[in-house]
Protein backbone atom coordinates (compact mmCIF):
# COMPACT_ATOMS: atom_id res chain seq x y z
CA UNK A 1 0.00 0.00 0.00
CA UNK A 2 2.97 2.07 0.79
CA UNK A 3 4.80 1.48 -2.91
CA UNK A 4 1.50 2.32 -4.20
CA UNK A 5 0.89 5.76 -2.59
CA UNK A 6 5.11 6.45 -2.81
CA UNK A 7 4.44 5.84 -7.14
CA UNK A 8 1.02 7.75 -7.30
CA UNK A 9 3.13 10.72 -5.65
CA UNK A 10 5.80 10.09 -8.05
CA UNK A 11 3.97 9.94 -11.17
CA UNK A 12 1.71 13.24 -9.89
CA UNK A 13 4.85 15.14 -9.11
CA UNK A 14 6.50 13.78 -12.60
CA UNK A 15 3.02 14.94 -14.51
CA UNK A 16 3.67 18.93 -12.73
CA UNK A 17 7.17 18.50 -13.70
CA UNK A 18 6.41 18.22 -17.13
CA UNK A 19 3.97 20.75 -17.34
CA UNK A 20 5.53 23.55 -15.63
CA UNK A 21 8.37 22.49 -17.88
CA UNK A 22 6.49 23.71 -20.97
CA UNK A 23 7.30 27.48 -22.17
CA UNK A 24 5.17 29.73 -21.49
CA UNK A 25 3.85 32.55 -24.40
CA UNK A 26 5.58 35.00 -22.83
CA UNK A 27 8.36 33.56 -22.73
CA UNK A 28 8.15 32.70 -26.12
CA UNK A 29 7.13 35.98 -27.28
CA UNK A 30 10.49 37.13 -26.18
CA UNK A 31 12.67 34.98 -27.81
CA UNK A 32 10.43 35.89 -31.13
CA UNK A 33 10.60 39.45 -30.45
CA UNK A 34 14.52 39.07 -29.84
CA UNK A 35 14.88 36.99 -33.16
CA UNK A 36 12.81 39.71 -34.88
CA UNK A 37 14.89 42.80 -33.65
CA UNK A 38 18.27 41.07 -34.46
CA UNK A 39 17.42 40.29 -38.14
CA UNK A 40 16.49 43.93 -40.07
CA UNK A 41 14.48 41.55 -42.85
CA UNK A 42 12.06 41.16 -40.50
CA UNK A 43 11.35 44.68 -38.98
CA UNK A 44 8.03 45.86 -39.37
CA UNK A 45 6.38 42.53 -37.76
CA UNK A 46 4.61 42.35 -34.89
CA UNK A 47 3.91 38.87 -32.97
CA UNK A 48 0.93 37.28 -30.65
CA UNK A 49 1.43 33.96 -28.90
CA UNK A 50 -1.42 31.61 -27.46
CA UNK A 51 -0.87 28.23 -26.52
CA UNK A 52 2.12 28.00 -28.12
CA UNK A 53 0.81 29.34 -31.79
CA UNK A 54 2.56 32.14 -32.62
CA UNK A 55 0.32 35.45 -35.31
CA UNK A 56 2.65 37.39 -37.04
CA UNK A 57 1.61 40.42 -38.97
CA UNK A 58 2.97 43.88 -40.33
CA UNK A 59 4.43 44.37 -43.95
CA UNK A 60 7.47 42.31 -45.83
CA UNK A 61 9.14 43.67 -48.60
CA UNK A 62 8.69 40.29 -50.81
CA UNK A 63 7.51 36.90 -50.31
CA UNK A 64 10.46 35.39 -49.67
CA UNK A 65 11.17 37.69 -46.03
CA UNK A 66 7.91 36.65 -45.37
CA UNK A 67 8.54 33.18 -45.80
CA UNK A 68 12.21 33.92 -43.54
CA UNK A 69 9.67 35.02 -41.05
CA UNK A 70 7.24 31.99 -40.89
CA UNK A 71 10.65 29.93 -40.63
CA UNK A 72 12.76 31.87 -38.24
CA UNK A 73 9.70 32.31 -35.85
CA UNK A 74 8.89 28.73 -36.67
CA UNK A 75 12.08 27.21 -35.04
CA UNK A 76 11.82 28.44 -31.96
CA UNK A 77 11.44 26.29 -29.04
CA UNK A 78 8.00 26.04 -27.72
CA UNK A 79 6.30 27.33 -31.09
CA UNK A 80 4.19 25.10 -31.81
CA UNK A 81 2.87 26.02 -35.21
CA UNK A 82 2.89 30.07 -36.74
CA UNK A 83 0.20 31.54 -38.42
CA UNK A 84 1.47 34.02 -40.87
CA UNK A 85 -0.68 37.02 -41.45
CA UNK A 86 2.24 39.44 -42.68
CA UNK A 87 1.34 41.21 -46.06
CA UNK A 88 4.15 42.01 -48.96
CA UNK A 89 4.42 45.42 -49.66
CA UNK A 90 3.71 46.47 -53.00
CA UNK A 91 6.40 47.09 -55.57
CA UNK A 92 7.57 51.32 -55.77
CA UNK A 93 5.32 53.14 -58.54
CA UNK A 94 7.62 53.80 -61.39
CA UNK A 95 9.12 57.15 -61.55
CA UNK A 96 7.42 59.78 -62.66
CA UNK A 97 7.45 60.84 -66.60
CA UNK A 98 10.09 62.90 -67.28
CA UNK A 99 9.30 66.61 -67.28
CA UNK A 100 9.08 68.37 -70.54
CA UNK A 101 12.53 70.80 -70.62
CA UNK A 102 13.08 73.79 -72.98
CA UNK A 103 16.55 74.18 -74.21
CA UNK A 104 18.61 76.90 -73.33
CA UNK A 105 19.12 80.00 -74.52
CA UNK A 106 23.12 79.46 -75.72
CA UNK A 107 21.85 75.82 -77.32
CA UNK A 108 19.04 78.09 -79.55
CA UNK A 109 21.48 80.99 -80.32
CA UNK A 110 23.87 78.36 -81.62
CA UNK A 111 21.73 76.67 -84.33
CA UNK A 112 19.91 79.84 -84.93
CA UNK A 113 23.61 81.40 -85.65
CA UNK A 114 24.66 78.03 -87.83
CA UNK A 115 21.42 78.55 -89.69
CA UNK A 116 22.03 82.26 -90.84
CA UNK A 117 24.14 81.50 -93.77
CA UNK A 118 21.61 79.07 -94.72
CA UNK A 119 18.65 81.05 -97.31
CA UNK A 120 14.94 79.44 -97.04
CA UNK A 121 14.93 78.00 -93.26
CA UNK A 122 13.38 78.28 -90.41
CA UNK A 123 13.90 77.47 -86.96
CA UNK A 124 11.42 77.06 -84.25
CA UNK A 125 11.83 75.45 -80.66
CA UNK A 126 9.77 73.39 -78.96
CA UNK A 127 10.83 71.77 -75.70
CA UNK A 128 14.41 70.12 -75.96
CA UNK A 129 13.82 70.06 -80.21
CA UNK A 130 14.80 72.17 -82.93
CA UNK A 131 12.03 71.94 -85.73
CA UNK A 132 13.10 73.40 -88.88
CA UNK A 133 11.23 73.81 -91.94
CA UNK A 134 11.95 75.14 -95.79
CA UNK A 135 13.84 74.50 -99.12
CA UNK A 136 17.72 73.27 -98.94
CA UNK A 137 19.59 72.34 -101.19
CA UNK A 138 21.44 68.38 -100.81
CA UNK A 139 24.86 70.13 -99.58
CA UNK A 140 22.86 72.83 -97.41
CA UNK A 141 21.22 69.85 -96.00
CA UNK A 142 24.25 67.95 -95.14
CA UNK A 143 25.79 71.62 -93.28
CA UNK A 144 22.44 71.41 -91.11
CA UNK A 145 22.68 67.85 -90.05
CA UNK A 146 26.17 68.09 -88.98
CA UNK A 147 25.49 71.69 -87.16
CA UNK A 148 23.15 69.83 -85.16
CA UNK A 149 25.11 66.77 -84.30
CA UNK A 150 28.32 69.10 -83.41
CA UNK A 151 25.31 70.92 -80.92
CA UNK A 152 23.93 67.79 -80.22
CA UNK A 153 20.56 69.23 -80.45
CA UNK A 154 17.20 66.60 -81.00
CA UNK A 155 15.62 67.90 -84.40
CA UNK A 156 12.83 67.66 -86.34
CA UNK A 157 13.86 67.78 -89.81
CA UNK A 158 10.73 66.19 -91.60
CA UNK A 159 9.42 70.00 -92.71
CA UNK A 160 12.74 70.57 -94.41
CA UNK A 161 12.14 70.22 -98.36
CA UNK A 162 14.97 70.01 -100.72
CA UNK A 163 15.31 72.09 -103.77
CA UNK A 164 14.87 70.95 -107.47
Known amino acids: MKLIKL???????????????????????????????ADAMMTGTTV???DGIATISGVCKDDACKAMCEKTIGAIKGVKSVVNNCTVAPPPPPPPASMTTVMDAATQQKVTDGLKDIKGV??????????????VSKADRIKIMQMLASAKVMSDVSKLMDKK
Open 7 to 37: LMVVAVSATLFFVSCKPKDADIKASIEAAIK
Open 48 to 50: EVK
Open 122 to 135: TVTFEGDKAVLAGS
